[in-house]
């Protein structure tokens, strides 16, 4: 697959596609073809709440291209995800806005009516005038940053920077399952963590909350580099983390989940996707001294500038961090906090690894467009075993 750095951003993606002449930018707003709809279908809230706040519309706005290095995907797939659950009940709302109109330009002081979803695998429809690494008709998949409109539409807006190919092994309905789960767990092994194909063979990696959609992802992940993985989920969830490579697997439910863990070696790496009471003990389970490290994916970055404000949020966040930071690295081990990063090139790697069969979606169910609110019920219901994925288009 092509190479994506970093240098000049979606200007080198041009350059990757040999022979292809580069434009000069654009002024912001241009396109390259004429707009000849004016709405798509989509499944929207108007307001924050529970399942009863989602509707669906035949009337939502179709996308446009703002800047040159825009396209618009047709959403073949789409899936849910955990935090669809909580932007919908409006968790993260200030940080949000504040990212969606920094400067506060809009003329609406409002987000609605905002459309949920984070995953699409779908067909590229319209390019910015900057945009030469794909072209309408390539097959593709990205995550959507949670601060731009969903995927749960007939069409979707992104940055090129934040799509890639879709893996060819894989159908809509499969790829869909991957991109927010995988780029997260990739952030959070390997952009936090630091562990990659080199440097992992044969440590032991420690992976809490281990059957969910970025449990399933992770552990695959650090198994093809070479791990020793221990997943902790529930007995029913025994099987499936098995299949997918973990060679411990531990009950959460059998008994004290600590004691249990203090029987095994120390770790090299933990992943946290649980938080709660877990972090304060997991830390004790690594190895001191060692370039141990602890990541968890549970942070109250969001709901301290929901409760505190911006200003406020961040300062408390940064102090938190911080003393949590120094506070374990006097004890021998590192600890960090991980995040969702929209990233086409990672996407590229994850490709990659998929294509070569070193990670399969897991999929919990596949609900149809029409069924939106029942995936969200499901999804709510808890004890996933992987993904809810969403059939946009019918076709399978």
């Known amino acids: 697959m092509l190479s994506r750095g970093a240098v000049n951003g979606w ?3 041009g350059a990757a596609r040999a022979g292809v002449q580069q434009r000069p930018p654009p002024f912001r707003g241009l396109r390259a073809s004429p707009r000849t709809r004016s709405a798509m279908p989509s499944w929207v809230i108007d307001r924050y709440g529970r399942n009863d706040v ?8 179709f996308p446009i291209i703002h800047f040159p290095n825009e396209v618009i995907i047709k959403v073949h797939a789409a899936s849910l995800n955990p935090i669809d659950l909580s932007m919908r009940s409006g968790y993260g709302a200030t940080a ?13 002081d409002t987000e609605f009516p905002l459309t949920l979803g984070r995953d699409v695998s779908g067909v590229v429809m319209e390019c910015g005038l900057a ?50 789960v995988g780029l997260t767990a990739w952030s959070a092994v390997n952009q936090v963590g630091g562990l990659n194909q080199s440097n992992c063979n044969g440590k032991r990696v420690l992976i809490l909350g281990a059957s969910g959609g970025v449990g399933t992802f992770a552990v695959q992940l650090v198994k093809a580099w070479g791990a020793h993985v ?18 411990d697997v531990i009950d959460y439910k059998s008994g004290n989940l600590e004691e249990q863990l203090k029987t095994l070696p120390l770790f090299d790496f933990i992943l946290d996707n649980v938080g709660g009471s877990t972090e304060k003990w997991a830390l004790d389970l690594l190895k001191k001294w060692s370039g141990a490290t602890y990541v968890t994916l549970v942070t109250p970055f969001l709901i301290n500038m929901d409760r505190l404000g911006v200003a406020d949020g961040m300062l ?23 995040f969702f990063m929209a990233s086409g090139p990672s ?8 294509d070569s069969g070193k990670i399969q ?17 499901k999804l709510e219901g808890g004890h996933a075993r992987g993904k809810t994925v969403i059939n946009v288009i019918s076709k399978k």
């Open 230 to 247: 221990t997943a902790v989920c529930s007995h029913d969830a025994s099987t499936l983390m098995k299949r997918l490579g973990a060679d």
């Open 11 to 13: 200007a080198l993606r």
């Open 361 to 377: 979606p897991v999929i919990d169910e596949v609900f149809s467009f029409s069924e939106v609110p029942k995936a969200f019920q």
């Open 131 to 180: 945009v030469s690494y794909f072209k309408p008709g390539d097959e593709v998949w990205a995550a959507i940053p949670p601060w731009k409109q969903g995927t749960l539409s007939e069409f979707v807006v992104a940055s090129g920077n934040e799509v890639s190919f879709k893996p060819k092994c894989l159908s809509h309905t499969e790829a869909a399952s991957l991109p927010y």
């Open 54 to 61: 989602l509707r669906f519309t035949r009337n939502m706005v």
């Open 347 to 354: 996407l590229d790697e994850i490709a990659e690894l998929v």
């Open 96 to 108: 949000l806005n504040m990212k969606r109109d920094p400067l506060k330009l809009k003329s609406e």
């Open 316 to 338: 408390q966040t940064g102090f938190t961090v911080g003393s949590k930071t120094v506070k374990h690295l006097l004890k021998g081990v590192h600890y960090r906090w991980a």
